[in-house]
């Protein structure tokens, strides 16, 4: 492999993370991501059946919004730690903490975060 | 460190983290006060429950919005039922009894939507006792209605999903007041009870704006953390770069980057030294063939 041209973004710092810390960071934030993804639908369900169906009142209860608001900070504890881990940049950041309170975009998210450090850390190295 | 995190760019960053955290910091603050007001509404809803009964006139005259103030309150009216116009209410658990009242005010006759009483799930007009005849003196509670759930004006209704007084006005006319009466004296005849006191003082509101105010907190404390990460993260770049004075290679050590010049730009400090660190050798076998600037051990390279 050619040595990266001089200004070259991102220098290959994830490596220097031991790849089982960094596999269980992805672990936590995989699991974190799809609880998150399932609690905000039922969110968007409880919204949508208190407001419009319902005239205000609550259908399953507020419990569920409290809840959903710490399954997140849990969320964004996963992201901070694997964003950490990764060096990744603010941009990429951003996406992932929108990805909590987006309905489905947490579940598109996973699944391309999970793509790319499998990729990153695989045997045969970044492509 | 400190020099990392006086660069511009970071500067800018740490002011963009810290309007971030302020904010969240605000609305964390918005959301107790939030809390705070449920919680006093609520609690002032029971306490007014207890006091002396009022005419209904003198606390809400038709037609007018229903403030906190009044919800909850103990009233009594004189007035005349209009049985041809009771609804049922499908209240979930419950089927309240719903009947106008016509109530003579001085700007005229206007209704009060009053729940004479409630019983059993999904039971029909013959279940129910009729309403008395001529005029009655009620005691009761003054309950805020539900927001609209979509009658059109003229419906021919039986059957109802809520108490609201939008809706009733499109099936009973106007004028009428903006809120309803639950009766509890008269007591309401078997098997008929009388509506239970809607639970204003637990749960619900409060905790969740205690619980929104702690998490906007904790957001605010994730502002900060990752300014300091990105400072770090950019910090451990221009260590690795061997242009330490402790670098033991002669070759390597070259004048320090003057701060002025290379402020704003991390890249430029670290791509302008790969090129040297492999020629000085150092750490090639790891920098050739990850394609990246050379990593020396954290061990020497950070102050």
Same mark, same amino acid.
């Given at each position: 492999?050619?040595?990266?041209?001089?200004?070259?973004?991102?220098?290959?710092?994830?490596?220097?993370?031991?790849?089982?810390?960094?596999?269980?960071?992805?672990?936590?934030?995989?699991?974190?991501?799809?609880?998150?993804?399932?609690?905000?639908?039922?969110?968007?369900?409880?919204?949508?059946?208190?407001?419009?169906?319902?005239?205000?009142?609550?259908?399953?209860?507020?419990?569920?919004?409290?809840?959903?608001?710490?399954?997140?900070?849990?969320?964004?504890?996963?992201?901070?730690?694997?964003?950490?881990?990764?060096?990744?940049?603010?941009?990429?950041?951003?996406?992932?903490?929108?990805?909590?309170?987006?309905?489905?975009?947490?579940?598109?998210?996973?699944?391309?975060?999970?793509?790319?450090?499998?990729?990153?850390?695989?045997?045969?190295?970044?492509? | 460190?400190?020099?990392?995190?006086?660069?511009?760019?970071?500067?800018?960053?740490?002011?963009?983290?810290?309007?971030?955290?302020?904010?969240?910091?605000?609305?964390?603050?918005?959301?107790?006060?939030?809390?705070?007001?449920?919680?006093?509404?609520?609690?002032?809803?029971?306490?007014?429950?207890?006091?002396?009964?009022?005419?209904?006139?003198?606390?809400?005259?038709?037609?007018?919005?229903?403030?906190?103030?009044?919800?909850?309150?103990?009233?009594?009216?004189?007035?005349?039922?209009?049985?041809?116009?009771?609804?049922?209410? +499908?209240?979930? +658990?419950?089927?309240?009894?719903?009947?106008?009242?016509?109530?003579?005010?001085?700007?005229?006759?206007?209704?009060?939507?009053?729940?004479?009483?409630?019983?059993?799930?999904?039971?029909?007009?013959?279940?129910?006792?009729?309403?008395?005849?001529?005029?009655?003196?009620?005691?009761?509670?003054?309950?805020?209605?539900?927001?609209?759930?979509?009658?059109?004006?003229?419906?021919?209704?039986?059957?109802?999903?809520?108490?609201?007084?939008?809706?009733?006005?499109?099936?009973?006319?106007?004028?009428?007041?903006?809120?309803?009466?639950?009766?509890?004296?008269?007591?309401?005849?078997?098997?008929?009870?009388?509506?239970?006191?809607?639970?204003?003082?637990?749960?619900?509101?409060?905790?969740?704006?205690?619980?929104?105010?702690?998490?906007?907190?904790?957001?605010?404390?994730?502002?900060?953390?990752?300014?300091?990460?990105?400072?770090?993260?950019?910090?451990?770049?221009?260590?690795?770069?061997?242009?330490? +004075?402790?670098?033991? +290679?002669?070759?390597?050590?070259?004048?320090?980057?003057?701060?002025?010049?290379?402020?704003?730009?991390?890249?430029?400090?670290?791509?302008?030294?790969?090129?040297?660190?492999?020629?000085?050798?150092?750490?090639?076998?790891?920098?050739?063939?990850?394609?990246?600037?050379?990593?020396?051990?954290?061990?020497?390279?950070?102050?």
């Amino acid at each position: 492999m050619t040595r990266d041209a001089p200004g070259a973004a991102e220098p290959t710092t994830a490596r220097r993370v031991d790849p089982r810390t960094l596999a269980r960071a992805l672990q936590r934030y995989r699991v974190m991501a799809w609880v998150t993804g399932a609690f905000l639908l039922l969110l968007t369900a409880e919204m949508v059946a208190k407001y419009l169906f319902r005239g205000g009142e609550p259908w399953l209860g507020t419990w569920v919004a409290i809840t959903h608001g710490w399954i997140y900070v849990l969320y964004l504890l996963t992201v901070l730690d694997l964003w950490s881990k990764l060096r990744w940049g603010l941009g990429r950041l951003v996406v992932l903490v929108l990805a909590g309170v987006v309905p489905v975009l947490s579940f598109v998210a996973e699944h391309r975060v999970t793509a790319e450090v499998r990729a990153r850390t695989a045997p045969g190295g970044r492509p | 460190m400190f020099r990392t995190a006086t660069r511009p760019r970071h500067l800018a960053l740490l002011a963009a983290a810290l309007g971030l955290a302020a904010t969240f910091a605000w609305l964390g603050d918005w959301q107790l006060q939030r809390s705070r007001v449920e919680a006093d509404a609520r609690a002032a809803q029971s306490q007014r429950a207890g006091q002396p009964a009022t005419d209904l006139l003198s606390v809400l005259p038709p037609a007018t919005p229903v403030t906190g103030a009044v919800v909850g309150r103990t009233v009594t009216v004189t007035g005349r039922y209009d049985p041809g116009e009771q609804l049922l209410v +499908d209240a979930g +658990d419950a089927t309240w009894v719903l009947t106008p009242l016509l109530v003579d005010t001085p700007d005229g006759r206007a209704r009060l939507p009053v729940v004479r009483g409630a019983t059993g799930p999904g039971a029909g007009p013959a279940d129910v006792p009729p309403a008395p005849t001529g005029t009655v003196r009620l005691t009761g509670r003054l309950e805020a209605g539900s927001a609209p759930t979509g009658l059109a004006p003229g419906a021919d209704v039986a059957r109802v999903d809520a108490v609201s007084p939008a809706d009733l006005a499109n099936v009973w006319g106007t004028p009428l007041w903006t809120a309803y009466l639950a009766v509890t004296e008269p007591v309401p005849p078997a098997p008929l009870v009388a509506l239970p006191e809607p639970d204003r003082g637990g749960g619900g509101l409060e905790l969740r704006n205690l619980s929104y105010a702690l998490q906007w907190w904790v957001f605010a404390g994730f502002a900060v953390f990752v300014w300091w990460r990105v400072v770090a993260e950019a910090h451990r770049r221009e260590a690795q770069a061997p242009r330490r +004075d402790a670098e033991p +290679d002669p070759s390597a050590r070259r004048p320090p980057v003057p701060g002025p010049g290379a402020a704003g730009e991390d890249d430029p400090v670290t791509s302008r030294t790969s090129p040297a660190a492999a020629g000085a050798d150092h750490g090639a076998e790891q920098g050739a063939d990850q394609g990246g600037p050379p990593q020396p051990s954290d061990a020497g390279a950070r102050p």
